[in-house]
């Protein structure tokens, strides 16, 4: 059974950056698509980015991009997600999550229901 660990949120001033990473265990995420989502309180999740199994192919959601970079070291078995230039609205519990094997829609990579293994959420806060 996959399981995901996010780690690297905490607290950081507009305009600064972080980078939060997405650490396997429980098997190989080598095979999966990887992406990232984040929710505020009393908001839906909203898919931020994702990378394809290999590394070849990304996307992200607009409202991130140009700032956020998406990246994966499969040997290390983790994804990495490189967020420059935060503001406010960033702020949020990121996620990461593994696709789902047996999702059969076309894929969109940036909806949560094409997804079924989470991880806890690691939390980034924006302010000054």
């Known amino acids: 059974q996959l399981d995901l660990v996010e780690s690297g949120g905490g607290p950081v001033q507009p305009g600064g950056s972080l980078t939060l990473s997405c650490a396997a265990s429980g098997g190989s995420m080598a095979t999966y698509a990887i992406g990232w989502f984040r929710q505020v309180p009393g908001n839906d999740l909203e898919g931020v980015s994702y990378?394809?199994?290999?590394?070849?192919?990304?996307k992200y959601a607009d409202s991130v991009k140009g700032r956020f970079t998406i990246s994966r070291d499969n040997a290390k078995e983790t994804v990495y997600l490189h967020m420059n230039n935060l503001n406010t609205e960033d702020a949020a519990v990121y996620y990461c999550?593994?696709?789902?094997?047996?999702?059969?829609?076309?894929?969109?990579?940036?909806?949560?229901?094409?997804?079924?293994?989470w991880g806890q959420g690691t939390q980034v806060t924006v302010s000054s």
């Open positions: 990378i394809s199994a290999g590394g070849g192919v990304s």
């Open positions: 999550a593994a696709e789902s094997r047996t999702f059969s829609g076309r894929w969109h990579g940036l909806r949560p229901y094409e997804y079924d293994t």
